[in-house]
């Protein structure tokens, strides 16, 4: 209840003014840009360096690898990752990090809808020699996008909170390794190409940003209520 008074605060401040106009403006350029890409030769390059990195990942499928990247692939699934969510929010709520939880429900639901705008709004077909064909369009990778959102705010949850440098240094590598390895795995399976993945990693980025900025603002916002009394 505490942040969602603080959210409607949040709301209202100029400075979320400020990165709404910010996240419209990536929105239009974005636009804009792949209009600019698909009138000029960049746009063939792109479709050319795509191919060619699928095509030399096929030379080495097999179906032992090809199983071992499903199982790591499915990390990234989307009711996987909401299982996890839900777990997660049980271990915050008894250990009493409960300023974690919306943070972690808005980048999770907001990426995914932003995934699910730009599938529709670029209308890109997945690789014709995939192992499985999805459901939905190929741009972006919402595997790439949901792994970077989760385990990257799963890892920035450790890193504040564990103390030694050592284990701070573990973790940081352990939650990159899990999330390029599921990006990688997209592209092993051939249900993805490499812009697909690349672009799904930057759009995690950006979400994974906002929602790390949001904790932020509430911890900060909370500890200065506390002193004020």
Same mark, same amino acid.
């Given at each position: 209840m505490d942040f969602l008074i603080f959210l409607k605060k949040y709301f209202n401040k100029t400075y979320f003014s400020l990165f709404s106009i910010f996240f419209v403006s990536?929105?239009?350029?974005?636009?804009?840009?792949?209009?600019?890409?698909?009138?000029?030769?960049?746009?063939?390059?792109?479709?050319f360096f795509d191919i060619k990195i699928n095509n030399f990942l096929l030379l080495f499928r097999t179906p032992e690898l090809t199983k071992f990247?499903?199982?790591?692939?499915? @990390?990234?699934?989307?009711?996987?990752?909401?299982?996890? +969510?839900?777990?997660?929010? =049980?271990?915050?709520? !008894?250990?009493n990090w409960r300023s974690y939880i919306m943070p972690l429900i808005l980048a999770i639901v907001g990426s995914d809808f932003f995934v699910f705008?730009?599938?529709?709004?670029?209308?890109?077909?997945?690789?014709?020699?995939?192992?499985y064909q999805g459901t939905s369009f190929s @741009?972006?990778?919402?595997?790439?996008?949901?792994?970077? +959102?989760?385990?990257?705010? =799963?890892?920035y949850v !450790?890193?504040?909170?564990?103390?030694?440098?050592y284990?701070?240094?573990?973790i940081f590598f352990v939650g990159l390794f899990i999330i390029l390895i599921v990006?990688?795995?997209?592209?092993?399976?051939?249900?993805?190409?490499f812009s697909d993945v690349f672009v799904g990693y930057f759009i995690g980025i950006l979400w994974l940003i906002f929602s790390i900025s949001l904790l932020n603002a509430y911890i900060i916002e909370s500890k200065n209520k506390k002193n004020s009394i």
């Open positions: 990536c929105v239009l350029i974005v636009f804009y840009l792949d209009k600019i890409i698909k009138n000029t030769g960049v746009y063939n390059s792109i479709e990247f499903l199982f790591i692939t499915s @990390f990234g699934d989307f009711f996987v990752i909401a299982i996890f +969510v839900v777990i997660l929010i =049980l271990i915050f709520w !008894f250990k705008l730009m599938k529709l709004f670029f209308h890109r077909q997945r690789p014709s020699f995939a192992v @741009f972006p990778s919402g595997h790439a996008v949901i792994s970077m +959102v989760f385990y990257g705010f =799963l890892t !450790f890193l504040k909170n564990i103390k030694k440098i284990y701070k240094i573990s990006g990688f795995s997209r592209l092993y399976l051939g249900v993805h190409y």
